[in-house]
């Protein structure tokens, strides 16, 4: 009888025992689902707080633009207007883009009244891509020869930063950074081109870092850096000799050159800053955006600050790095120059820079893109930002069909 009530509490035991953990595995799985969700959910929300805050920022700019447009009308409009340059990169990454790209640099002076004091092309001057075969770009010189004549159709003062892919990516990192030094870097000087004059001193004075430059206008500090993105020759630029090469050295070279240009313009002189690099965001360029933040937080955070790079995407960000102060412009791979603004009599961060990126696209009537007519069709096609037209028409435009730039 004893044996048989042992072996029934047992017995219980064991059931209670395996209800339990059935219980709590199920109670497990549960909470691992809701943390799950929970992760999906708080992306979702991340997600559309971004979109919201891009859309508010939007919208902000919208009524700024019809306030201004608005004061224009009624003559009550501040005459002293706000300081403008143009902006490109990533450009020309291909044969329709060598086409259309003087279009768009003709209309700079056409269309938009030579408004902008002066050119930034951010650097890749060509895809990039090795030949079949090869492990790395081959840059021939002819690359940055022809990029320097499209350019000379220039309304105003051009300048050129290197990106990686005609400089870091290619089979011979110094040659490459020889033949930029020899036709891009220096092109701001050139004197047969019946350019607007500047009005201020360039400096291009590094002993070595012959890309890097700076220059003041009015109340506004504009500085060029030397930050390509990550290399696919990383090997000889990181270990080769000569000017060009290693990494952790260009990085101390645009350190040096951002205190030496911060410190000699004290911030109740300087009401603005803007930097101009190839890359940004780029895991490869950390630790100086790393530097650049402690340098900022330290001395500088009662100043403008705008970082202007290339990226095959357009975004902005206000705040960038959790800097108050400093706000970032990605550009994309256009062949439409975005217009930039720099107002140092506004207040807000998003009111003292402004550009024209939203008005750009697509085909508005303020910016007025490329339109193409073709003599085998009577059609006309827009061409705003990187999404090519048909093969049809690139075809056409390859093969010297009669193309004018039209009234709209």
Known sequence: MINRFITFLAFALLLCVSLTNAVTEEMTGGDAKRELLTKKEKRAIRKAKRQEKKAKRQEERAKRQEKRAKKKKEGTEDLSSPLAFYVVGDVPYSEMEECLLPFELRKLKTIDNGGGHFLIHLGDIDDGRPPSGRQYNQCPESVYSKVS???ELSPVTTFFIPGDNTWVDCADVDLAYRNWNKHLFHYNTRTDLNWPTLRTT?????????ELFAFSLEDMLFLGLSLPGTSRNDEQFTEGAGSSSDRTQLHRDNEEWTTRWFEKYPTDEIKAIVIFAHDAIGETNQPFWSWFAKFIRK?????????VHD???????????????????SIDDTVTPIKIKVDTTATKLLDVFQHNHYETCWCSSDHKPTQLKLSKCATYTCYCISHYP?????????????????DQ
């Not at 360039?202 to 012959?210: A, S």
């Open 202 to 210: 360039v400096y291009r004075d590094h002993p070595t870092r012959h």
């Open 299 to 307: 001395d500088y955070t009662n100043v403008n600050i705008l970082i």
């Open 390 to 406: 048909t093969l049809t028409l690139t075809h056409f435009c390859l093969n010297s069909v009669q193309i004018f730039q039209t």
């Open 149 to 151: 004549d499209i350019f």
């Open 311 to 329: 990226s095959h995407d357009f975004d902005e960000e206000a705040g960038f790095l959790s800097m108050e102060n400093v706000y970032l412009l």
